[in-house]
Each structure stands twice: as structure tokens, then as C-alpha cells.
């Protein structure tokens, strides 16, 4: 049914994924909206083998539940796997 209702409805399929952390802040209103603790986000960075929280870019809440852990980049590259997340909706 909800794989149904995700091809065909066009109300049921605006998902889309959401920063909770970003360039040292947690994001509040994300953390709400998706019900998601901070000590759950820090597991997740812990989980993914870093140790401290200046080597974290981003942690993203992906549309099938999971969380990914952005390391901080030191490249100048202007292409960027956050472009299509809104950091301002979150």
C-alpha cells in the first residue's frame, strides 16, 4: 500500500531529506519535525568512526529513515551532495 500510494499520489510522495546538523548547528526545527534526538544524531556520528564533531559537515535524515554523516571537506569543489536539501525548510 504505501509503495502504491508513493507512485501515485502526488501529496503522499513530498518527502525529501532534511539537514539536522549543518556546519556546527544542530537544526531545530528539523529535529522536531522529524522527532529525532540530538543524542540519536551524535550515535550516528559516533557510529560512522568520527570523534569529533569539527570533522562533521552535515548529518542528513534521508527519506527512508536512515542518517547520513557528512565529513567536513577541505576541497573547493562546487559541487556539493547537499544542493538539493533546502537548509532554510528544515
Do not use: C
Amino acid at each position: 500500500m504505501v509503495a502504491w500510494l508513493s507512485l501515485h499520489s502526488a501529496t503522499f510522495n513530498k518527502a525529501s531529506p532534511d539537514l539536522l546538523y549543518y556546519q556546527g548547528q544542530f537544526i531545530e526545527s528539523a529535529l522536531y519535525k522529524n522527532r529525532v534526538l540530538k543524542s540519536v544524531i551524535m550515535q550516528a556520528i559516533r557510529s560512522n568512526g568520527f570523534s569529533s564533531m569539527e570533522d562533521v559537515e552535515a548529518v542528513v535524515f534521508e527519506t527512508n529513515g536512515s542518517m547520513l554523516v557528512i565529513k567536513r571537506s577541505s576541497s573547493n569543489s562546487k559541487t556539493s551532495t547537499l544542493s538539493d536539501i533546502d537548509p532554510k525548510k528544515s
